[in-house]
């Protein structure tokens, strides 16, 4: 008897918690969303200048290493909040170039595309009996590709290459979102700021490779 019983408990027990981490992800998720909007924001009404490619690197690879490092403990949402309004920040000059450009409805466009880009991959991810664990491979591969293709890019200026690596970058961001969703739904994801992070910067790559391809098709 105590043997079904104590298996039957390890399992509510086990759906607990994955429940407990997909609920604190999806409302760290919105928070840190909403407060890198704000700070966008802000920094479009204070017309700020775009950070320059060391700066954004530094800020961004130096906050996530500090949000990975310190994702077990209270420091980690600090970080995590410090992380996503630093990536706030840099895209508020990016919008001002596009309003000022008269592109303001790419940027309307964009947001749609992303939100339902990640409302549809949740969905699936969710939804789905397969198991998703087999696209790492093939996200492995793709990042490779993704980094020789943006060395390239410096040394080569082509909209074709541009464009083929913003869609590149989707694709990628889209299977990190479903793994990441599964990965809590089946256990093998099991603290909420690591997810939170990792959905947040696929989020990130697709609004901006959308703002991309979009600014690119409607550019006179």
Known sequence: ????MVSRTSSEASVLQTNKVLRNT????????????????TSMAMGLPRPGIIITLVGFYGLLFLTE???????GLVFTFLFTGFMGYTI????????????????VTALG???????????????????LSMLGGL???????LIVGMIASIFIQSTIMHLALSSLFI??????????????IRGG?????????????????????????LGIMNDD
């Open 92 to 107: 508020g000059p990016l919008l001002n170039m596009y309003i000022g450009a008269g592109m303001g409805d790419v940027i």
């Open 26 to 41: 999806y409302a760290l998720l919105s928070m840190t969303l909403l407060w890198s909007a704000v700070v966008a924001g």
């Open 139 to 145: 996200m492995l591969s793709l990042f490779v590709v």
């Open 1 to 4: 008897m105590n043997g079904p």
């Open 171 to 184: 694709v990628f961001s889209t299977m990190a979102i479903l793994m990441t969703t599964q990965g809590i």
């Open 69 to 75: 490092k310190n994702r077990n403990n209270s420091m």
């Open 113 to 131: 595309g992303t939100a339902l880009s990640f409302l549809a991959a949740s969905a699936y991810a969710l939804t789905t009996k397969r198991d």
């Open 189 to 213: 994801e099991t603290n909420y700021i690591s997810a939170t992070v990792t959905l947040f910067v696929s989020i990130y790559n697709i609004f901006i490779s959308l703002l991309s391809i």
